[in-house]
């Protein structure tokens, strides 16, 4: 695959195209191989899901197209299947072009094939022109090709045979390549070549932000927000309500900070604590009244005794 002429570079690469008829896929060729025709039957990529409009016909019409490698598993598992059933009707699949040659002209200077990423991208673009030539020639005229053999129900190499002199109209030689072989040219989309390509010369990646240095910004930038909301209200009237409201705030919570002090109870050692110091201040104050007690009752005993001699003394 490739060629060189000046600054000029060819990719090529040879395409079977086919359509998913209405019929069933037999299972007569083996497990493996049966899973195989399965599969290319119900993974229809989206860039090979397409509309025609047949002349003569009103509506356009759905077309689901498989386009693979010429050389590939799956290609060749189709034109296994197709050789073998060749008088199935409706047949699964309906052969549109055996073999479309395919080159992609690409700057050498900006593209390298020999990169697997690159050569897969031309491949792809290689496929998705296929279906669009593709689509311009069954919507053409002089082919003879039905919405009923699209679907099968004419065999599976019909419209291959309808459309071999349409699709070979597009193609020509190209001497960059040295062959004879007839090639249909394209350019490669990529971008403009003042700037490279990602898939030459790849960029590094962007270092990442320290997170203090994140959180920095951040921070700058809710500032910078903030400064612009207060810029809106554009009085320092605000400032002040903001402050006297603040202020508020602080005294309402010291106000509940001492309520919470003061209504909560003692802890279980304080109060027994403050019992056992009122039993010792009762036992103290006991202690101390005997004593007095007992003066007391010596002194009214003397003075009643006192009384009593002096009246006698009277008496006498």
């Given at each position: 695959e490739g060629g060189r002429?000046?600054?000029?570079g060819y990719f090529?690469?040879?395409l079977l195209v086919a359509a998913v008829g209405e019929g069933e896929v037999v299972p007569d060729s083996g497990r493996k191989k049966h899973d195989l025709l399965q599969q290319v039957m119900r993974n229809v990529s989206k860039e090979q899901q397409t509309v025609v409009r047949l002349q003569g016909t009103?509506?356009?019409r759905p077309l689901k197209l498989r386009v693979f490698v010429h050389n590939s598993i799956e290609a060749k598992a189709v034109i296994d299947y197709v050789a073998t059933h060749p008088d199935q009707a409706p047949c699964p699949f309906v052969v549109l072009?055996?073999?479309v040659c395919m080159a992609v002209s690409y700057r050498k200077h900006s593209l390298d094939p020999s990169c697997a990423a690159v050569a897969?991208?031309?491949r792809k673009q290689a496929k998705t022109r296929a279906v669009k030539l593709?689509?311009?020639v069954i919507g053409g005229r002089g082919h003879g090709v039905s919405v009923e053999s699209l679907r099968g129900y004419h065999g599976a190499s019909a419209p291959a045979l309808a459309l071999a002199g349409l699709l070979a109209a597009h193609a020509a030689p190209l001497s960059a390549l040295g062959s004879h072989s007839p090639f249909i040219a394209f350019p490669a989309r990529s971008k403009s070549s003042h700037t490279p390509s990602p898939l030459?010369?790849?960029?590094a990646p962007a270092p990442a932000d320290p997170p203090a240095l994140a959180l920095t910004e951040q921070a700058r930038v809710k500032e910078e927000e903030g400064g612009r909301g207060q810029e809106g209200w554009g009085s320092s009237s605000s400032v002040a309500d903001a402050e006297l409201f603040s202020s508020f705030v602080a005294r309402c919570q010291q106000q509940t900070h001492r309520d919470h002090l003061l209504l909560r109870p003692a802890p279980p050692a304080q109060a027994h604590q403050a019992e056992d110091d009122a039993e010792a201040a009762a036992e103290h104050a006991a202690e101390e009244g005997a004593p007095r007690a007992e003066e007391e009752a010596g002194e009214v005993q003397a003075e009643s005794a006192s009384d009593a001699s002096a009246m006698e003394v009277e008496g006498a």
């Amino acid at each position: 695959e490739g060629g060189r002429e000046g600054g000029t570079g060819y990719f090529t690469v040879n395409l079977l195209v086919a359509a998913v008829g209405e019929g069933e896929v037999v299972p007569d060729s083996g497990r493996k191989k049966h899973d195989l025709l399965q599969q290319v039957m119900r993974n229809v990529s989206k860039e090979q899901q397409t509309v025609v409009r047949l002349q003569g016909t009103a509506p356009p019409r759905p077309l689901k197209l498989r386009v693979f490698v010429h050389n590939s598993i799956e290609a060749k598992a189709v034109i296994d299947y197709v050789a073998t059933h060749p008088d199935q009707a409706p047949c699964p699949f309906v052969v549109l072009a055996r073999q479309v040659c395919m080159a992609v002209s690409y700057r050498k200077h900006s593209l390298d094939p020999s990169c697997a990423a690159v050569a897969d991208r031309l491949r792809k673009q290689a496929k998705t022109r296929a279906v669009k030539l593709i689509r311009e020639v069954i919507g053409g005229r002089g082919h003879g090709v039905s919405v009923e053999s699209l679907r099968g129900y004419h065999g599976a190499s019909a419209p291959a045979l309808a459309l071999a002199g349409l699709l070979a109209a597009h193609a020509a030689p190209l001497s960059a390549l040295g062959s004879h072989s007839p090639f249909i040219a394209f350019p490669a989309r990529s971008k403009s070549s003042h700037t490279p390509s990602p898939l030459l010369h790849p960029a590094a990646p962007a270092p990442a932000d320290p997170p203090a240095l994140a959180l920095t910004e951040q921070a700058r930038v809710k500032e910078e927000e903030g400064g612009r909301g207060q810029e809106g209200w554009g009085s320092s009237s605000s400032v002040a309500d903001a402050e006297l409201f603040s202020s508020f705030v602080a005294r309402c919570q010291q106000q509940t900070h001492r309520d919470h002090l003061l209504l909560r109870p003692a802890p279980p050692a304080q109060a027994h604590q403050a019992e056992d110091d009122a039993e010792a201040a009762a036992e103290h104050a006991a202690e101390e009244g005997a004593p007095r007690a007992e003066e007391e009752a010596g002194e009214v005993q003397a003075e009643s005794a006192s009384d009593a001699s002096a009246m006698e003394v009277e008496g006498a």
